[in-house]
């Protein structure tokens, strides 16, 4: 059984189907990529994976457990994170405090910004937080203020806020979307570290092949709110539904 399942869930907007009856099965350990082209369903997928979105149908298991109908922080602090397509940070707060934080969160319970004064165990926050940046090559920066970094820079800090909380399964939508070719290769770098070094589960929707094949494991194609595919990278590269799902517009 795999540590996240995805069983029969529907998800329409309207008259639109977003998600038809979509199953997945993640192994543990694993690299997952989910991609498609647009609309076909890839991030209304990862939001009801993740309670940001109720399926009006279906389930979504984690560990066996029931995600469906939790709260997100919930469902977090069950250790499941995820790194949004828009840098979620605090702008105005430096990258420290920006990687304290969530540990905050996920120990406390709830989001407490005000909660520096009574916080026990503070160093030792302290100190796993400036390792985690030093591992995604920020260390030197630790005391900037967020809101001035590259937006390569700031993708690498939501990681690092993710890496902090210990996650078991990651979900990631378009990590290097908008990145330079130079910061792209150095977050491929970053995420197959992880896999090495941590073993943490990830899903990833990525538009960008290069990334999807350098780093996935397995690959579920999705068209039209509905997985058709699912394979290895070299698997699916060949699958002509796979081509006509993009309409020829992809180039695999
Ligand atoms: N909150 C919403 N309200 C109405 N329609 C929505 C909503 N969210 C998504 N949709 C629609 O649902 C369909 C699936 O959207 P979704 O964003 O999940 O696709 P996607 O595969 O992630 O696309 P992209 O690659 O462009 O990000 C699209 O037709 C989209 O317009």
């Known amino acids: 059984m795999g540590i996240l399942q995805v069983q029969n869930v529907n998800k329409s907007f309207g008259g639109l189907k977003a998600l038809n009856n979509v199953n997945l099965d993640i192994t543990e350990g694993t690299v997952h990529a989910v991609i498609g082209p647009n609309g076909a369903g890839?991030?209304?997928?990862?939001?009801?994976?993740?309670?940001?979105?109720a399926p009006d149908t279906g389930t979504v298991l984690f560990g066996g457990k029931t995600l469906t109908g939790r709260a997100p922080h919930e469902i977090?602090?069950?250790g499941v994170a995820r790194v949004f397509q828009t840098p979620e940070i605090f702008t105005d707060l430096s990258l420290l405090d920006n990687v304290m934080i969530p540990t905050l969160a996920v120990r406390d319970g709830a989001f407490k910004v005000n909660a520096w004064g009574r916080v026990d165990g503070r160093a030792e926050i302290r100190d796993r937080a400036e390792a985690i940046l030093e591992n995604v090559g920020l260390g030197d920066k630790r005391h900037h203020h967020s809101g001035n970094l590259s937006r390569g820079d700031k993708r690498r800090l939501e990681l690092a806020m993710c890496l902090v909380q210990k996650p078991k399964l990651v979900l990631l939508d378009e990590p290097t979307a908008g990145m330079s070719r130079h910061d792209t290769n150095a977050t491929i770098d970053l995420l197959a570290r992880m896999k090495e070094e941590h073993g943490v589960t990830k899903i990833i929707i990525e538009h960008d092949m290069h990334v999807v094949f350098s780093l996935a494991d397995r690959v579920t194609v999705m068209a039209q709110g509905t997985p058709i595919v699912e394979g290895t990278p070299n698997e699916i590269k060949g699958d002509s539904r796979v081509q006509e799902a993009y309409l020829g517009g992809a180039h695999l």
């Open 42 to 53: 890839k991030s209304t997928l990862l939001n009801v994976c993740v309670g940001r979105l």
């Open 76 to 78: 977090n602090q069950m």
